[in-house]
């Protein structure tokens, strides 16, 4: 079946503006991911969603980052006022989460690399 | 706080020859550990984690617990080994990974 889809894949914008990059998970996935990759950083984790729970937002860098998930499908992450530090490859990851460590492999999309001018 | 650290930003070594990347991490009760790979032009992909015990393209991983390491090891590289590696912890109730900052692994012909 189809993997997890990000959009868009390349995100240009000017120092200031909102962006807003989406994730569709994998069909049936109840967990999902949101982390970033900064130049010569490793994968930082920014927010988790996991079914009807609220949101582990304990890696967000700052409140200009939101995200949600609607409909405990598709996911947006929102930057307001981006900063060129903000300039990295966002990735999503959906998986499983069910109770056993055979099911709740993650699994990433492409990434959206967002390029802060 | 948990803490994933691979020492080597760059590793490169000739085909079948051994290859070993290593992976220490910092966290207080028993976590879980995974290696994950990104081949060229590809998404991040999990390779193995220290609980299925499996090898996985030839590839093993133990877990040292009192040594806090998880190193990936390959006794004969193959070329298109070549990738970034990615060592991750999972701690606990959290269920997000702590990633380590990758090494990027070249086999040379």
């Known amino acids: 079946g189809a993997g997890v889809s990000q959009s868009p894949s390349n995100k240009v914008t000017e120092k200031g503006k909102d962006v807003e990059l989406r994730c569709d998970p994998i069909s049936g996935h109840t967990a999902l991911y949101w982390y970033r990759q900064s130049l010569g950083q490793g994968l930082e984790f920014l927010i988790y969603?996991?079914?009807?729970?609220?949101?582990?937002k304990s890696g967000l860098p700052s409140d200009r980052f939101s995200a949600e998930r609607t409909g405990g499908s598709v996911s947006t992450l929102t930057i307001q006022r981006t900063q060129q530090e903000d300039s990295a490859v966002y990735l999503c990851?959906?998986?499983?989460?069910?109770?056993?460590?055979?099911?709740?492999?993650?699994?990433f999309g492409p990434g959206t690399r967002l390029t802060v001018l | 706080a948990q803490r994933v650290t691979q020492p080597e930003k760059l590793l490169s070594v000739f085909k079948g020859a051994p290859v070993e990347l290593k992976c220490n991490y910092s966290y207080s009760g028993s976590p879980e550990l995974f290696w994950y790979v990104q081949y060229s032009r590809q998404r991040l992909q999990l390779l193995l984690r220290h609980i299925s015990r499996e090898s996985i393209k030839g590839f093993t991983a133990d877990l040292n617990k009192g040594e806090t390491s998880f190193h990936l090891k390959k006794p004969f590289a193959q070329e298109e080994d070549s990738a970034m590696y990615y060592c991750?912890?999972?701690?606990?109730?959290?269920?997000?990974?702590?990633f380590g900052s990758g090494t990027q692994l070249t086999v040379l012909p």
């Open positions: 991750a912890l999972r701690s606990g109730s959290a269920r997000q990974l702590t």
């Open positions: 969603f996991q079914g009807n729970s609220a949101p582990d």
């Open positions: 990851a959906s998986s499983e989460e069910g109770t056993s460590w055979l099911t709740d492999t993650q699994y």
